[in-house]
C-alpha cells in the first residue's frame, strides 16, 4: 500500500564479504552485476518448506543476451556446506520461455533438518545456500522473522541483512510488496538515497519484461541475496507485486487507457513472481497451508488479487457494508474456515496481506454506528461485514490460539481481535475474554512511514489519536496494545507449546548498507487465550 493521506486515507555463506561501492550511477542493470557471482549474478533461494522437501532456486545469466540457448542446470543438496555429504542431486534447465530461472521442488529430505544445496551451470558452481525442512514431530520451538514492503527505493534493505544474520530462524515469513512497481523518480522515493539505489526500468512495471526486470534488481541487492542464502522464505504477493491498491479486476495505480488491460497486466506480474520466487506452484493461486508439526499449521492467504471485490473511497459510501462484498473470494473463504476448524496443531496461524483488527481514527466517524471510524479502506476496515463473519466463525466454532499476522501499512501493531467498533459486550480489554484472536503487524523494511511520506506533524498527531481516550472518555481503539508508525524492521516470531511471542526489531538507519537494530516491543500471547501480555526482553 501507499500510506494514505487525508481525507482518504529483508556474498556466500562461508563469506559475508563488503557491499561493492558503485563508483558512479548505473546506467544498465550490468552494472549491478557482481563479477565474482557469474552466472549466478542473482544468488539462490530456498521456500516453502515441507516435512520432506523444499523448492530450491536460482537464475543463471550469460554474457551474450542474443543466446537463446536453453542452459543445463546441475543441483546438489547435502549435510554441510562443503556438499560433500549429498543427500540428493539432479538435473534441470534453466529455460528462455522462464527468464532463465530455476525451480527444482526437492522432495525425500528429513524432516525438520538443516541442508545445504547449490548449483552447477555453465561449468561454474553457485554459491552454497541453507535451508530447513519443516519438522513432523512435536518440537519445543519454532521461530520466524516476518518482513513486508521493502522498496528499493526508500532505503538500503539493511534489514534483510540483519535476518540473514541471524542463526535461530526456521524460516522467513514474507507478506509481500517484496517489490514496487514505480517509476524511477521523486514520488515516492527517499530523496537521501535514490540517487544511490537506481531502479530497472526506470519507468513503472506493466508488461512481462518489466516485471522480470525489476525482480531482477531486487535480487541483485547484496542484503536480499544473503537473506535468500540463509534462510527458506514463505511469501505472498500484496499490491505492489501487480500496481499500489489492487483488486482482482484493476488498481489505483493501474490506468487502462495508457496502461492496457489489467487482465495482461496482472499475468504478466504473476508470471513474474513465479518464475522469480521461492514458492511451490499449484496453479494460479497462492493461498495454502505448512504444516510444522503439531505444533502449528501456517496459512498463507490472498486478500489482494484472488478475489477481493473493489476498494469504497469513503465510510459513508452504503456499499462499504454491503454483506456480499467479499476481500477473500467465496472459495479461498470456505478453505480457511475448513483449514482453521479442521487443524489439530496447537497453534493455528495465519498470513495476510492487509490489517484485519479495526483501526478506528476519532475524526472519521461514519454515518453508520457499526462501522470503524478508519481511513484505510484499502484493508479490512473496508469490508466490515465480511471481517464479522469470520470474527463469528471463530467465535462459535471456538478456535483456540489463532493468530494473524500483517504486513502492508507500514507501521508495526499488536492487536486482540474482538471486534470492538461492533459494541462486543463480551470483550474485555484488561483480560481478553471476548477477542477470538491475535494479530501482529509486522513495520516495513524500508518503504515510507507516516513520518516519512506525510510528515513529523501528522504521524504524531495520529499515533496520539490511537492511543489516548476522546473527548467523551471513550479509547476508540481498546483492542490496540501497540503501535508504532515512524519506525522501519520486521517481527521474530516465536512458538512454543506455552506461548507465542512477537518480538518488535527496529532498524537505526536504512540509509546504510547496514545497520545496528533495536528491540522495540514484544508481546506475548499465553496458550488457551487471545490476550496480548507485554514482553520484558526478547523470546531467548
Not at 464479522?388 to 508495526?412: C, M, P, Q, W, Y
Not at 509486522?442 to 506533524?457: C, I, K, Q, R
Amino acid at each position: 500500500m501507499k500510506i494514505p493521506i487525508l481525507p482518504c486515507l529483508l556474498v556466500s555463506l562461508l563469506s559475508l564479504s563488503a557491499l561493492p561501492v558503485l563508483a558512479a550511477k548505473p546506467d544498465s542493470i550490468e552494472d549491478l552485476y557482481n563479477p565474482e557471482l557469474k552466472p549466478f549474478y542473482h544468488g539462490v533461494a530456498s521456500g516453502d518448506p515441507l516435512p520432506n522437501g523444499v523448492i530450491l532456486w536460482t537464475r543463471v545469466t550469460r554474457g551474450d543476451k542474443s543466446n537463446t540457448a536453453d542452459i543445463p542446470v546441475h543441483w546438489t543438496v547435502a549435510t554441510d556446506r562443503a556438499l560433500n555429504s549429498i543427500v540428493m542431486t539432479g538435473d534441470a534447465v534453466a529455460k528462455a520461455r522462464n527468464d532463465f530461472t530455476v525451480k527444482v521442488d526437492v522432495r525425500g529430505l528429513n524432516a525438520g533438518s538443516t541442508f545445504y544445496y547449490g548449483f552447477k551451470a555453465l561449468g561454474v558452481n553457485s554459491q552454497v545456500g541453507r535451508t530447513k525442512t519443516a519438522p513432523s514431530l512435536a518440537v519445543d520451538k519454532l521461530k520466524f522473522a516476518v518482513v513486508s514492503c521493502a522498496d528499493y527505493e526508500w532505503g538500503y534493505f539493511s534489514g534483510y541483512r540483519a535476518i540473514a544474520e541471524r542463526d535461530d530462524l526456521d524460516a522467513v515469513i514474507h507478506l509481500g510488496d517484496y517489490i514496487y512497481e514505480y517509476a524511477d523518480n521523486d514520488t515516492y522515493s527517499s530523496p537521501e538515497i535514490r540517487e544511490k539505489r537506481v531502479i530497472f526500468p526506470s519507468y513503472e512495471t506493466v508488461t512481462l519484461k518489466d516485471y522480470r526486470l525489476r525482480y531482477s534488481t531486487y535480487h541483485l541487492d547484496p542484503n536480499l541475496r544473503r537473506a535468500h542464502l540463509r534462510h527458506p522464505f514463505i511469501p505472498i504477493w500484496d499490491d505492489h507485486e501487480f500496481a499500489d491498491n489492487a483488486w482482482k479486476n484493476g488498481a489505483e495505480n493501474h490506468q487502462k487507457e495508457t496502461e492496457g488491460s489489467w487482465k495482461d497486466r496482472e499475468a504478466a506480474a504473476k508470471r513474474a513472481y513465479f518464475e522469480w520466487m521461492p514458492i511451490r506452484e499449484t496453479g494460479d493461486s497462492i493461498y495454502r497451508t505448512l504444516h510444522y508439526g503439531p505444533l502449528m499449521d501456517l496459512t498463507m492467504l490472498d486478500t489482494r488479487i484472488e478475489g477481493r471485490d473493489k476498494q469504497v473511497d469513503d465510510v459513508n459510501d452504503p456499499k462499504l457494508r454491503d454483506p456480499s462484498r467479499t476481500i477473500m473470494g467465496f472459495p479461498q473463504k470456505d478453505y480457511l474456515k475448513t483449514t482453521l476448524q479442521n487443524s489439530k496443531a496447537t497453534w493455528k496461524v495465519v498470513g495476510n496481506q492487509v490489517v484485519f483488527s479495526e483501526f478506528n481514527i476519532g475524526f472519521a466517524a461514519p454515518a453508520d454506528p457499526d462501522a470503524a471510524e478508519s481511513l484505510f479502506l484499502d484493508s479490512w476496515d473496508g469490508y466490515p461485514k465480511e471481517r464479522r463473519e469470520l470474527v463469528k466463525f471463530l467465535a462459535g466454532k471456538n478456535i483456540a490460539n489463532t493468530v494473524l499476522l500483517t504486513g502492508d501499512v507500514h507501521s508495526s501493531f499488536a492487536f486482540e481481535v474482538a471486534d470492538p467498533a461492533f459494541g462486543n459486550p463480551d470483550y474485555d480489554p484488561k483480560t481478553g475474554a471476548g477477542a477470538v484472536a491475535v494479530e501482529f503487524v509486522t513495520p516495513s523494511l524500508s518503504a515510507g512511514n507516516f513520518d516519512e511520506e506525510v510528515g513529523d506533524y501528522f504521524s504524531a498527531n495520529l499515533e496520539s489519536r490511537i492511543h489516548k481516550k476522546d473527548s467523551d472518555g471513550v479509547n476508540p481503539n481498546p483492542h490496540m496494545k501497540y503501535a508504532d508508525l515512524d519506525r522501519h524492521g520486521y517481527i521474530v516470531l516465536s512458538v512454543t507449546p506455552a506461548q507465542v511471542q512477537a518480538d518488535y526489531y527496529f532498524l537505526d538507519d536504512i540509509l546504510v548498507p547496514k545497520t545496528t537494530e533495536q528491540w522495540g516491543a514484544g508481546f506475548i500471547n499465553p496458550v488457551g487465550t487471545h490476550h496480548l501480555k507485554k514482553a520484558k526482553a526478547p523470546a531467548p
